[in-house]
């Protein structure tokens, strides 16, 4: 396993973490959740990940300090938003 999906909704926690989407989403829409659910690799901070895949380059130097390496999160990130457990821009 390279990845989980992480699914985070209204709290400030993360309230599923799952080894597949397919997974992931059956319990989003059994419990009708809205929220977002993102693939995270494993073994590797999300600045590190998005410096090594070209998605973030520090431009100041509190860019690469401590406090803003521990709040850092990626848009780039593998991403879907569900509402009321549904996902309304997939196509599937």
């Keep these: 396993m390279n990845e989980v999906w992480i699914f985070m909704g209204d709290g400030p926690h993360p309230s599923g973490v799952f080894s ?11 419990h009708g959740l809205d929220g977002t659910l993102t693939k995270y690799p494993l073994d590797i901070g999300i600045y590190e990940w998005a410096l090594a895949s070209g998605a973030f ?3 100041r130097p509190d ?25 309304p821009n997939d196509p599937s």
């Design 63 to 87: 860019q690469s300090g401590a406090k803003f390496v521990g709040s850092f999160s990626s848009a780039n990130l593998e991403h879907y938003h569900y509402e009321q457990g549904r996902c």
């Design 57 to 59: 380059k520090p431009r």
């Design 20 to 30: 597949t989407r397919p997974l992931a989403e059956e319990w989003i829409t059994r």
